[in-house]
């Protein structure tokens, strides 16, 4: 054998260093055990026959130690001592909780947003959220030029390498006939139930009153449910003004330009118009005590109103806006604002009386370089923090570790309490015999320690850096398959499927009756004898 020149030596270390360099740049994915199916840094193999063994299972309404046997995706049987075949793979949960996949209803994967896109598209963002235990999430799709049908084609376009399953939300950004007539072909024929409605972000997404209230008719009439983002945006960009005239540029002023008030002011507005439509409203983001007492009040009254908690608004405050390094507050922004230190617990109270109803994220992850686009004025701050992968741990380890949340309260307000309200319970959000084999086993006894350096969203940052809790998702199965283990994903870019999610939930339950009842208290028109004089 002839001896290696030198130089050729020299090229091939090169060669090495560089592809080495390559994948250690490429997001950490497969340098923390990432698989990318049957190409790239490994292969994904999994048995279509599964029997988790000896876990408590746990479902939002009951829980016992059993067995789960799952077979081709679903289901088949839920029992203590199952009997199975010996062709089946076998993950011992004894001493575990096996719940639902988390279901995260509040995402923007691969958004166009002020100026750029959010920085994990369908696949880095799935793959994030099974490493999470999260295994189903909800993402809002952006009309292109105001047509619903061309943005859910684009966003059928961008969810082509989904690694798990996903639905639709509908953003509604402007008013007219073609809209009302693509809001009944989404709901009829494309499997959306939702819509969202912007009272905030003047000049782009932010709607009228008007338009709002067009928005809630045709929403009731299709049995679809109406969502808002409460933040009144008049108001807003008066105070972004305001503050940019007292020579406040950082992201502190982020949040001192739309304080509390101003949540709590357009929530009671969506509140009080979808009252007078007579239709269920959900409220996105819900960040403040502000906000939040005004839903306590609809609700007490009987009006149907969902509350949405983010674990942002759960964990955090604001007191690193003010942080001196730009790069460590900008990635704090998004709308609205994480608040100050106390809106969390009150968050966390509310959540657990059952005054909000679930937990999603709001992720809408940016990195340091887009941040730092509003590095000379807030107002050019890309808005969104990460929360994917975190959301399920975090959870657990802030409201089940502390006693705020039952572990059944827990599976209730991860995944089943979303299952129901979108209408795709038992299906998702449930181990029982015939739902999606979307199953987690959890370790309460493990810890998790949360850092950009090791995450799977594309983001160089975290805002949960450096926490530390108890509860680690140690197994995450989809659709029936293994894709995180040991510290290990083996995901497969197409896997993921699009979940049609039907309309009239049952959160449309009685509310024919309510406009029967309306109808016969208005006691008019009244039979007036016109005068003859």
Known sequence: MAPIHPLCLFFSLSLLLFATSQLHSSHHFCDVG?????????ASSSSSKLLIKGGTVVNAHHQEVADVYVEDGIIVDVKPNLKVDDDVNIIDAAGKFVVPGGIDPHTHLAMEFMGTETIDDFFSGQAAALAGGTTMHIDFVIPVNGSLVAGFEAYVNKAKNSCMDYGFHMAITKWDEA???????????KGINSFKFFLAYKGSLMISDELLLEGLKQCKSLGAIAMVHAENGDAVFEGQKRIIELGITGPEGHALSRPPALE??????????????????YVVHVMSIDAMEEIAKARKSGQKVIGEAVVSGLVLNDSKLWDPDFVTASKY????????????????????????QLVGTDHCAFNSTQKALGIDDFRKIPNGVNGIEERM????????????????DFVRVTSTECA?????????GAILAGSDADIVILNPNASVTISANYHHSRTDTNVYEARRGKGKVEVTIAGGRV????DHLKVIPGSGKFIEMPPFSYLFSGIDK???SYLSSLKAPVKRFKSTA
Request: charged fraction near 20%; proline fraction near 4%; charge should be negative.
């Open 333 to 356: 922004v998004m709308s609205p604002p994480v608040r100050a230190s106390g809106h969390d617990k009150a968050l966390q109270a509310a959540l657990s009386t059952g005054v909000l």
């Open 420 to 428: 129901k309200i979108f209408n795709i319970y038992p299906r998702k």
């Open 264 to 281: 709590a002011e357009a929530t009671g507005r969506a509140i009080r118009l979808a009252g007078f439509v007579n239709t269920p409203l």
């Open 34 to 42: 990432m698989v990318y199916g049957e190409t790239g840094c490994g």
């Open 514 to 516: 309510a406009d029967a």
């Open 179 to 189: 809209v009302s007539r693509e809001m009944e072909v989404m709901v009829k024929e």
């Open 483 to 486: 894709v995180w283990e040991n």
């Open 393 to 408: 741990h975090l959870v657990w380890d802030t409201l089940v570790e502390s006693g705020q949340l039952s572990i059944t």
